[in-house]
């Protein structure tokens, strides 16, 4: 997490300037964002727990290599969030990232592997591919040796991977829908709707792209939305 954190700004402008996506400073927070809230060791204790019938432990293991599919709208925080949960449950990782993001992907993995040597691990922790195309992400999906893949893009990827035969966190399609009512705070929800539509281009699947107003708040809402849009 260190050496990432050293290396956000740069990381940020490498995936603007690569892929032609989002924006700056909104690519900065996204990395921060999963350096702060991904789930790393404390996440992964064991417990036990009993009852009439005796007393039960349970503690995950890990699962071995994982695959992983990023995408060019995320490939920095996709990358760093996917590699640090998958070391802290005790895996390594493999990428195939979008074609389009793969010089960035590079970088960051080199940044986190540059953490793990600080850290005395083990090399070849995160490997990626060299020249990442739909068929080496394909490869991903029949190689005996990976046990899980995790999977962001888009629908036609995931299905690939729900159709592989092997256990799959996908993330596709998003894009969540507002609902505004005559409870809310209009101010407040203009606002937050303006700044998750707009937020590093429009580019992230989990930004608002439609809203469902009630009649009575509706002129009100998009008054206070226009003048958050000026």
């Known amino acids: 997490i260190d050496a990432c954190s050293d290396k956000v700004n740069l990381l940020g402008e490498m995936a603007v300037e690569e892929t032609g996506l989002g924006r700056m400073p909104d690519k900065m927070y996204k990395i921060q964002l999963v350096l702060d809230k991904t789930p790393l060791i404390e996440d992964v204790k064991p417990y036990a727990f009993s009852g009439d019938h005796g007393l039960t432990l349970v503690e995950r293991a890990p699962y071995g290599v994982l695959g992983a599919i990023t995408p060019s709208t995320n490939p920095v925080s996709t990358v760093i969030s996917n590699a640090l949960s998958a070391i802290a449950a005790g895996n390594s990782i493999v990428f195939n990232p979008h074609p389009a993001a793969k010089s960035v992907t590079v970088k960051t993995i080199q940044v986190l592997q540059e953490g793990i040597k600080n850290a005395d691990g083990p090399p070849d922790l995160i490997t990626t591919i060299k020249e990442p195309t739909q068929q080496t992400g394909l490869s991903l999906f029949k190689n005996d040796k990976i046990a899980l893949l995790l999977v962001t893009g888009g629908e036609a990827i995931v299905k690939l991977a729900m159709n592989s035969g092997k256990k799959v966190i996908a993330a596709g399609p998003g894009n969540p829908p507002v609902i505004v009512d005559e409870t809310a705070d209009i101010e407040k929800a203009?606002?937050?709707?303006?700044?998750?539509?707009?937020?590093?281009?429009?580019?992230?699947?989990?930004?608002?792209?439609?809203v469902f107003v009630v009649e009575s708040v509706a002129d009100k809402l998009i008054n206070q939305m226009q003048k958050n849009s000026a």
């Open 190 to 210: 203009a606002k937050d709707i303006v700044f998750g539509a707009s937020f590093d281009n429009g580019v992230v699947c989990v930004l608002e792209k439609e």
